[in-house]
């Protein structure tokens, strides 16, 4: 019987150490299970984690990748965002003009550089056209740009004051580049790519830095209140058709402005003292002016034709033309007074109507010479050239000019009583180099 409560005891003891295991097992895998669940909730916040990590990289990246700049001229700003493969850039009216088209081109100057014109419709679409052109001219459609830019109207805004059109084209990889633009103010009241544009009111090279760390993804999208912008122009070297347009500008100045009113004041002066004042008159108006002005013609007609720009489409180049005939004609009406006398005039009579023609000719030419030459510098070399205006010290150089000129002519008019005097039938002659013929020799000359 005491065996039989020692195996009772013995059972009851062994029942109870599997229950005890029994529930060390239930809670092993009741912590298992906790294990689980918090393996996956750690996976779960880790996956956020990386996915807020990769998130943040990728804003820092983004951050630190868009990188960008703007540049202000006086009529226009530009700034360009660089996100990755992709540059957009803004083209903002300063508000000192109307606008009508703004345009930028990629390289330094006109000529075969890709061009982005983009210009305000009236139903408040936006227009943009990828052109270039052989030189100073107008630019035409390219219908295979090396890359194609995409208007972003949504990104654009054409009220208020300062407009701005945006576009996106493919990045070249440069960050600091040399760029040109231009502003006009007539649009070209069109919505086709290969409408015809007016000529811009100014236009020039200049430099972008897209290097520029921005705080967003967007970027300055208004250039002109960028603070860090930078302005001004920069200097490119001279293309072969600008170096003769300045040729042309001074060897048409020193005969037209210098040369031409130096020989006509020699012959208003020297008349008065010497027989011989038409030898140097004629050796200055066609000896040293004539090739000094024929060359000067030649190269503005050259520079045109360097730089495939039409002929006569402008007021300076027809009127370039209009006074070098006049000025051929002259110097053959001077050869026709001096060497063809008319025999139906007496000596007694006064001077032929084809002398104060020659005097009229010459102040006529020299006076249009001086509006020429002031057009030139004013207006045509910055149309052509796509370069800045002259310094206004030539302005202030013309000015001068064109007061001592006349002064200096009017002065010699006070020489003619005694210019006359000589020339009246009792007094010799300045020169017998005047009279009518040798037969009348006997009767007072005129002069030429």
Known sequence: MRSGCIL?????????????????????????????????????????????????????SNSTDVTGGSVCTNYMCISGVVNGSTTTYTLQSTGQADLGWMAMGFGSTMANTPMVIMWPNSDGSITLSQRTAPGEVMPTVDSNPPRVATADPSASDLTGSTPKMTFTIPSNGNAAQTIIWAFGTTNPNSAAVDATLQQHIDSGPTRIDLSQSLSGSSGNQNPVTDPNATSGSISVPLQPFQKMIIAHGLLCTIGFLILLPFGGLLARYARTFTNTWFTGHWIVQFGLAGPVIVTGVGLGIGAVAKAKAPHLDDDHKKWGVAIFVLYVMQIALGAIIHYVKPTSWTVGKRRPLQNYMHAVFGILIIGLAFYQVRSG??????????????????????????????????????????????????????????TMRNRYHDQPPYSD
């Open 8 to 60: 009772t005891l013995l059972a009851l003891c062994s029942l109870a150490a599997t229950r005890a295991d029994g529930d060390r097992g239930g809670d092993d895998h009741s912590h298992g299970g906790d294990d689980d669940d918090d393996g996956k909730n750690g996976a779960a916040s880790n996956s956020t984690s990386i996915a807020g990590t990769g998130m943040a990289t990728t804003s820092t």
């Open 377 to 434: 510098f004013r207006t045509e070399w910055p149309n052509t050239s796509g370069r800045p205006p002259i310094s206004n010290a030539a302005n202030v150089v013309w000015y001068v000019w064109v007061v001592v000129v006349p002064v200096l002519y009017l002065a010699g008019l006070a020489f003619l009583p005694r210019q006359f005097r000589l020339e009246r039938p009792h007094s010799k002659a300045p020169s017998d180099e005047f």
